[in-house]
Structure formats: C-alpha cells, structure tokens
C-alpha cells in the first residue's frame, strides 16, 4: 500500500503545531528548546517527502535533512550552554523571566 | 582744504562715547557718570559751536561724506554725513540743550538710585539726535529717528514703577510708532521711485520733474506723517502731555527742545519736496494751524504745571508747522527760527518749572503761590521764559513769532492768520497763569520751598540769556539767519519756486499781535493777581466748554473708546484663538502620538514567547489577506 504525500505533510503539520504550541507557552526553557526541535523534525519530514513525492524527485531533500540535523544537534548544544550560563548567573530557566533586554 | 567742516562726524561721536563709558563703568561711576557725560557733550558741543561758526563764515559751503555701505545690485547705498545752513544751526540748539540739562541734571537727579543709567539714556539720546540732524539719507535719518524713539520710551519710563510713568512711556512709543509708519511707507515709496535715499537725488528728482506731482504729494504726506507722530501735533498729539511722567529734565530736553523738534526739523530737511506740492503745504499749514489753537485751548485750563507747558510745545510746534505750511522763504525760516528760539525758552520754562517742582513737591499749580521772593533767580528766569513764549518785545520769541505771523501774512492766508493771533493770545494768557499762580500771591504749598542749587540756577540763568538775546540773529532790519538759510540749497529750490522775496511783517502786524500778547498778560494779571475778574467765571457761565478743554475734548477718551478697546477685544479674540485652537490642535496632536507610543510600549514586554505569538498572528493575517486577494482564490479559494 501507498502512503499519500498528504499524510507525510499531515503528521509534519501536527508534528509543527505542536512544537509551535510548545514553544510559545511553555515556561521552561528546556521544553521550549525541545519543541523547537520538534518544529525542525517536522520540517525535516516535509523535505523527505518532497524529495520522494515533489515534483523533481531526488535525493537532494533528504541530504539537506542530514545537514539540518547535524545543524540542530549543535545549535541545542550551544542553546544548552546558554541555558546552563543563564542558570548559573539567574537560578532559573523560566523563559518568562528573561526579559533583561526590556528592564 | 581740510576745514573743521570735515570733522563734524565727532560731534555725536562724543555722546556716544559717553553712553558707552557710563554703560560700562556706571556702577563704579555713580554720581561721576554726570561729570563724563558733561564733560564729554561740552566737547561735542564745542565742536558743534565751531561747526557752526565755520559754516557761517562767508563763502563757506556745504560739505559731505559719503562712503558706500551697502551694493545691491546696480544700487548702492551709502552712509554718511552732511553739514549745511539747516543742520549746523541744529547742531548748536541739540548738544547746548542737551549739555545744559545734563548739568541741570546733576542738581536734579541727586540721590536718584539710577543715577548713571539716567545719565546713559541722556547720552543716548544726543547722539541720535545729532546723528539723525547729521544724516545726508533718509535710511539713516529713520535709523535715529527710531533710536530716538527709544530714548524717549526709556526717559519717560524712567520712573518704570509707576503706573502712570510704564503706560506714558508706552503710549508714547506706540503712538510716535504710527507717525513712522507713515515716515516709513514714504521712505520705500521715494527708494522705489527714485532709486535713492540721498536727500540730494530726491531733491533732483523732483526738481526735474521725474516723479508725477501726485508721487511728490504722497510722498511729503506720509513724511509729514512721520512728523506728526514725533512732533505731536493732532491728531497724535496725546503721547506728549502724558510724556511728562518723565524726570522733568527730560521734559526739557526730549519734549521741548530737540526731539519733538525732530519732526519739524524733517519737514524743513525734505522742504524741497513740500514745496513741489501745494497740496502737501496745504495740509502742513492747517494741521499746522489747528494744533496751535487747540493745544493753545487746551492749555488755558490745566492744573499741572508740567501739562500746561506740554500743551503749550504742541501748540508751539503747531506753529513751527504753520510756518513752513505756508509756503515760501519767509516760511521755511519762520519755521526754523522758532525751532531755534522755542529750543531755548521751552527748555528754560521746563528746566524752570523743574526748579519749582523740586522745591515745592508738586506738580499742580494751586499748591504754590508765592514763590518769588523764595526762588527769585528761578523766577526771575522763568519770567523771562513767559515773557518769551508770550511774544513780548525784545525778546526771542517776539521776533520769531513776528516771523511766523509775517510768513502767514505774506502768503495771504488771513483764515490762518487769524488763527494764529487767536492761538498767540491763548498764549500769552496761560502762561502767565502758570506764571502767576507759581510765584505770585499767598503760598499754598505745605514745603518751605528753597532756591535751588547753583547747578540748577546756571543753566536757567544761560538759557534766559539765550532767551533774550537769540532773537537778534534774524530781525527784521538785520536777517542774517534769514539770509544765511536761504543761501542754502533748500533756499535756492525755494526762490526757484516762490521767487526771493522774503515777507516781514508790516509794522502794524507787530503792534497788534505785541498788543494781543500784552492783552493775554493783562487778562491774566487781572484774574489771578488783582482777582478783578473772578477766575471761575468760565467754569461757572459756561461749564461745558471749560470740561471741554479741562477733558483735553475727550481725545485721549474717544481714541480710547474707538481704538484702544476694539483692538483690546481683537486682541482677546485673537489670543483666545492662540490659546485654544492653534495650541489646541498642537496638544491634540501631541497627546494622540503619545497615546499610540503608550499602547505600543506596553506591547514591548521582552516576553519572547509573547513576541512569537504575535508574529505567529501576524503571519496568520499576512496569509488570510493575500489569499482573499490575490486572483483566483488561492489557499482558501472556492476550488474551482
């Protein structure tokens, strides 16, 4: 049985929704980080579809999903450092009470 | 040949150093500012006499400087200095006034706290005055002319803590301002015309007969305009009297002698252009001739010794412009020759009546009496004064008045003849009045009145001199002023104009109007010395007309009604527009920029995660717009 692109993009869709959700209203900058990576996979999934099912299929789509992995494993390294920097000097990783630029 | 001609840019060079050193050094100077600001307007005045006496020599002639201030395009506009018949006569009156009252000062203004400052404004004062008389353009005679101006706004409004003092000095500054107004259009009109200031060119101008007879009357309209203002006659009249609130000297010196003959002098400078237009002459004449009597009427009643003379300058000056209204030679010298003869005996009776003032400590004359045996070289002199201004033989007054009348009479206008004789009678009456109810009869002050200082008296006792003896320059047998004015340039386009001739009065003239004079004194004499003819018979018969000039014939009181109060209610009218629809509009704008920088900063939280949510929004509304715009439906198209 064929899995449609649909369904590829739906999961991506709500994979994304969900990550965008996370990022927005969660307090802890941990989980905050984890949905931004949640958004990042979803986005991984929709160019490993596109790259089977698009137009001009290829392997281009999920090379690139490679590269942004590598990408996403040392962005979270360096936000985990920042997080940890943050921890140390503040006693919190509550995004809310981040906001040195405003006061 | 370097003659002394050519340094006459000293003399109001002096009175300005003299500003200047007291402006910088007053504090320290104290009542030393007087010695400097005599010591320096007696070398002026040396000078000045020197001037003169060169300018007087046989064969002498004019001379001017003339040096290029300004290039505009083809036009250049230069500054300079001229001296000639008309100016080195004025020279002498303005720093010999200016030098006496400045010694005067010394007595009168002792103990005064603003004792330099007093001093500075004096020096001031001169100097504009000499630099307006020494002016060869009329750009810069309204550059002193203002300067002038604003002496006299400082001098009246010296006593600046009283009320009466700020409104005179205002009201003299506001209405001498509608005279230069005039002066100011006549100015432009005759540069656009002419493409000059220089009196010269003018002169030419009109001599050749460039600019169309309607141009030259306008022109020496608005001029006379300029003279109105400063020289008080009607209907601008009403800044001089109330100009008394001033320190008495400056009376003597702005009010009486040298500024408000200012605007008489202007109308003799620019005389080339009256006499191009009958019309204008006409109006000189009779506005002239109508502030002589009305003042004149206006005199008879006043209380305050200082109003009566104020009211007797206007009514003079009337007649200095009654003289050169009525055209001709003898009239431009009539006019000029009072200029000079009024100067004297006009400071000396306010100098004189300062005298009084200072000694009895008041201004209204039936709260003296009796003052000549306690002050008899101030009465002595301000007799003397009377004497003059009433027109009494031999002194100045007689023959320039005689002059006046001979002009008028030579010119055949027997309406301003009579209104001349009628105005002189006027005269002659209120002065010996004010004469008589000072220093004659019972005390009626509460002071012990006392002689005044030696540096008071000197300054009468030189002035009375001058009011005796100045006449002889021009009389009738020997007119040597006369001939010496009309050798001029001025008295050349006259005899161009009117021929050479200059009238005298015929002798019958003089016996009457010495006679009318007498008769003045004697009715005078008769009501307030021997109290034959009781002084309230006017009053009494007929109340209306004395209220009428008691009241100044509601002058001050219809300019009041119908100028002062309209322009008060356009004022508030105006200022209530400022204050809520201009300023309104203004903060209107101002509150709505803040309200909207209100709303946005409170949307600035450095929530990141409440920045996410509106670009998420934003984004989601960017979407929703495109796709309902864009052709076909896109996103949320109906699908077909």
């Given amino acids: ?103 | 040949m370097d003659t002394l001609l050519h340094y006459a840019w000293l003399i109001p060079l002096f009175p300005l150093l003299a500003f200047i050193v007291i402006v910088s050094f007053g504090r320290q100077l104290k009542e030393g500012a007087a010695l400097v600001g005599i010591l320096l307007t007696g070398i002026s005045f040396g000078i000045a006499l020197l001037t003169f006496w060169e300018r007087f020599q046989d064969g002498a002639s004019n001379f001017k400087f003339n040096v290029s201030w300004l290039q505009v395009g083809d036009i250049v506009i230069s500054m300079g200095f001229e001296v000639n018949q008309l100016n080195a006569m004025m020279l002498v009156i303005v720093t010999l006034v200016s030098l006496l009252v400045q010694i005067y000062s010394k007595g009168y203004m002792q103990g005064d706290e603003r004792f330099p400052v007093f001093y500075q404004y004096l020096a001031l004062f001169t100097f504009s005055m000499l630099g307006l008389v020494l002016s060869p353009n009329l750009l810069q005679v309204y550059i002193f002319w203002e300067l002038v101006g604003v002496c006299s706004f400082l001098l009246v409004g010296y006593y600046f803590f009283k009320k009466e003092a700020k409104a005179a000095a205002k009201k003299a500054f506001i209405v001498t301002r509608i005279g230069d107004l005039g002066l100011f259009i006549a100015i432009c009109l005759l540069f656009w015309w002419t493409g000059s200031f220089e009196y010269t060119q003018i002169f030419d101008s009109v001599a050749l007969g460039k600019l169309e007879p309607w141009m030259i009357t306008l022109a020496a309209i608005l001029i006379f305009v300029g003279a109105v203002g400063k020289s008080g006659q009607f209907p601008l009249h009403t800044w001089l009297p109330d100009a008394m609130e001033g320190p008495t000297p400056v009376s003597a010196l702005i009010h009486a002698a040298t500024m408000v003959a200012a605007g008489v002098y202007l109308v003799a400078a620019t005389y080339p252009l009256f006499i191009a237009s009958d019309t204008a002459l006409t109006v000189v004449a009779y506005v002239g001739g109508f502030t002589a009597i009305f003042a004149a009427s206006i005199g008879l009643t006043q209380k305050d010794i200082k109003r009566v003379l104020a009211y007797s300058t206007v009514s003079q000056l009337g007649y200095m412009m009654l003289a050169l209204g009525v055209a001709g030679a003898a009239g431009y010298v009539a006019g000029s020759f009072h200029l000079m003869t009024h100067a004297f005996f006009k400071a000396l009776l306010f100098l004189g009546a300062g005298s009084v003032i200072h000694a009895v400590h008041t201004q209204n004359v039936f709260e003296m009496g009796g003052l000549w045996k306690k002050m008899p070289i101030t009465a002595l002199t301000f007799l003397i004064g009377c004497l003059a201004i009433a027109g009494i033989f031999p002194f100045a007054g007689f023959w320039s008045k005689e002059a006046i009348l001979g002009a008028v009479y030579g010119a055949h206008r027997f309406d301003l003849l009579l209104i001349a004789l009628l105005a002189a009678f006027f005269t002659a009456f209120y002065m010996f009045r004010l004469f008589f109810l000072t220093f004659a009869g019972e005390a009626r002050g509460k002071h012990q009145p006392h002689e005044s200082p030696a540096v008071m008296t000197g300054p009468l006792l030189i002035l009375a001199l001058l009011a005796i003896v100045a006449g002889f320059i021009n009389t009738p047998y020997a007119p040597l002023l006369s001939d010496w004015l009309l050798a001029s340039d001025t008295g050349n386009a006259i005899s161009h104009i009117f021929g050479d001739e200059v009238a005298h009065a015929a002798s019958w003239l003089q016996v009457v109007a010495l006679l009318i004079s007498v008769l003045g004194i004697v009715l005078a004499y008769l009501m307030y010395v021997k109290k034959k003819i009781p002084a309230d018979t006017i009053p009494e018969t007929l109340p209306w007309l004395y209220q009428l000039s008691y009241r100044k014939y509601y002058v001050d009181e219809i300019y009041h009604a119908v100028i002062v109060r309209p322009l008060g209610w356009i004022g508030f009218i105006l200022n209530a527009f400022d204050k809520y629809v201009v300023d309104g509009l203004v903060g209107l704008t101002a509150k709505i920029t803040n309200g909207i920088g209100a709303l946005h900063s409170k949307a600035q939280n450095g929530q990141i995660q409440s920045y996410g949510t509106m670009v998420l929004f934003g984004l989601l509304v960017l979407i929703i717009a495109i796709s309902l715009t864009v052709q076909g439906g896109g996103f949320f198209g109906s699908g077909q």
Avoid: W
């Fill in chain 1, 1 to 103: 049985m064929m899995v449609s692109i649909s369904s590829y993009l739906m999961v991506a869709l709500i994979l994304f929704c969900v990550g965008l959700y996370g990022a927005l209203t969660k307090r802890n900058a941990v989980i905050v980080l984890i949905s931004i990576e949640l958004m990042l996979n979803a986005v991984n999934i929709n160019l490993v579809a596109f790259s089977k099912f698009g137009l001009h299929p290829g392997v281009t789509g999920q090379i690139f999903t490679l590269f942004t992995m590598t990408v996403a494993a040392a962005e979270v390294a360096v936000g985990l450092a920042i997080l940890i920097a943050l921890y140390r000097n503040k006693e919190t990783v509550n995004v809310d009470e981040m906001d040195q630029m405003k006061r």
